[in-house]
């Protein structure tokens, strides 16, 4: 059984990433920020014994590096890694603050390093891996608020490509999906004289299910895409900013 590690995976785009790895056979480790969201999202998934959730703080780095070592323990491999936990935001810059700043790419950043990190030699070790990371569509255009978030996409773009190049004769595949505007809590939240004339530039007229986002990471995952490595997908309705 092929074993996908998770994080933000308790809602979301991660939710229906779970969801989607566990349809396909996939034993999968899930992360959240807090025990109480863990433990809903497994309740509702009626806590299928191939999910295990954890809450492990994401930047420290020992505490990942010895989750990742129980993991590959207990059930002898990490074979996909997905980073998708993160957070967005859209402070205007002249009321932007260094903590806020840092607390963005602490998240969106510096975890998938302590991740990535953290699987690299075991999937080294093994002779095969897939690391993949939720970029986003704001990682080509950027942002007119919220500096922090953009900037943090378009790093974890550089990590993609710098690291398929770094990872790949190792036989570890690394790959990036850049989801549009995607109907999560994120977006949920913004008010519909907002979302509106976001639809109507989307030229298929709808704004992305988690499940758009969950069928691209299965994809880039899987062998049909064993000749893939680098490249950073969109998954956006073609979505002009
Ligand atoms: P969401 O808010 O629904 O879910 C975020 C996930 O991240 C949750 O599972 C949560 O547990 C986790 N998380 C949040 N703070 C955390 C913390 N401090 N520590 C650990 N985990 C934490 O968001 P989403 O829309 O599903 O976003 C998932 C990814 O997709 C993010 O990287 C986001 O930047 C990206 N993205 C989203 C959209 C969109 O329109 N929704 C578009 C482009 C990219």
Redo the contacts with the bound molecule.
């Keep these: 059984m092929k074993v996908c590690v998770i994080?933000?995976?308790?809602?979301?785009?991660?939710?229906?990433t779970v969801q989607a790895f566990l349809k396909e056979g996939y034993k999968v480790v899930?992360?959240?920020?807090?025990e109480e969201?863990?433990t809903k999202?497994l309740n509702e998934l009626n806590n299928d014994p191939n999910v295990e959730g954890r809450?492990t703080?994401?930047?420290d780095e020992e505490a990942i590096n010895k989750d990742f070592a129980e993991i590959k323990e207990k059930y002898g491999s990490i074979d996909v890694l997905i980073?998708?936990?993160?957070?967005?935001d859209s402070t205007p810059f002249l009321q932007y603050s260094e903590s806020l700043f840092t607390?963005v790419m602490?998240?969106?950043v510096i975890?998938p390093y302590v991740c990535s990190h953290a699987a690299a030699p075991i999937m080294k070790e093994q002779g095969h891996g897939v690391i993949l990371?939720?970029?986003?569509?704001?990682s080509k255009e950027g942002q007119p608020s919220g500096v922090a978030?953009p900037t943090?996409?378009f790093a974890?773009n550089g990590m993609t490509i710098s690291l398929a190049r770094e990872l790949g004769k190792f036989g570890i595949r690394v790959n990036a999906v850049?989801?549009?505007?995607?109907?999560?809590?994120?977006?949920k939240a913004l008010p519909e004289q907002m979302i509106n004339p976001m639809i109507q530039a989307i030229p298929l007229k709808r704004?992305?299910e988690?499940e758009d986002?969950a069928k691209a990471f299965l994809f880039l995952a899987s062998d049909q895409a064993s000749y893939i490595t680098g490249a950073v997908l969109p998954v956006?309705g073609a979505m002009m900013v």
Excluded at 133 to 138: E, G, L, R
Excluded at 178 to 187: N, R
């Design positions: 994080t933000g995976g308790t809602r979301g785009i991660g939710f229906a899930l992360y959240g920020s807090r969201t863990v999202a809450w703080h994401l930047i980073n998708n936990a993160g957070i967005s607390k602490n998240l969106n975890a990371f939720t970029s986003s569509m704001v978030y943090s996409k974890i850049a989801p549009g505007i995607t109907f999560t809590d994120m977006v704004i992305g988690p986002i956006d």
